[in-house]
């Protein structure tokens, strides 16, 4: 089993930062991949970010390329997503999720964190 807990989420305004941070614990052998996903009201979850265990191979969701990054650090069993100039429609529930296979599908992620709240103000 592995336990995801993140955090760093909150209110900011329109053109602002965030970070996020998912800290792993437990079985984190089974966190080959990390990946952030979102779900904003009334939407389908959506990927945002994945990135492979060395950090060698990254994902980005269209939406968010040159605006967020992701990055991990295995010493700390931690994943962090850097988020600049943040717009309204970043507002969503963000998740943090571990797989043991590089994977941008939310359905091969095998663990969920319980989510940290991202509100951008117009």
């Known amino acids: 089993q592995v336990q995801l807990v993140e955090s760093g989420g909150g209110l900011v305004q329109a053109g602002g930062s965030l970070s996020l941070f998912c800290a792993a614990s437990?079985?984190?052998?089974?966190?080959?991949?990390m990946g952030w996903f979102r779900r904003a009201p009334r939407k389908e979850r959506e990927v945002v970010a994945v990135?492979?265990?060395?950090?060698?191979?990254?994902y980005y969701a269209n939406s968010v390329k040159g605006r967020l990054t992701i990055s991990r650090d295995n010493a700390k069993n931690t994943v962090y997503l850097q988020m600049n100039s943040l717009i309204p429609e970043d507002t969503a529930v963000y998740y943090c999720?571990?797989?043991?296979?590089?994977?941008?599908?939310?359905?091969?992620?095998?663990?969920w964190g319980q989510g940290t709240q991202v509100t951008v103000s117009s």
């Open positions: 990135i492979s265990w060395s950090g060698a191979n990254t």
């Open positions: 437990g079985r984190t052998s089974s966190t080959n991949a």
């Open positions: 999720a571990a797989a043991s296979i590089y994977s941008i599908t939310s359905t091969r992620y095998d663990y």
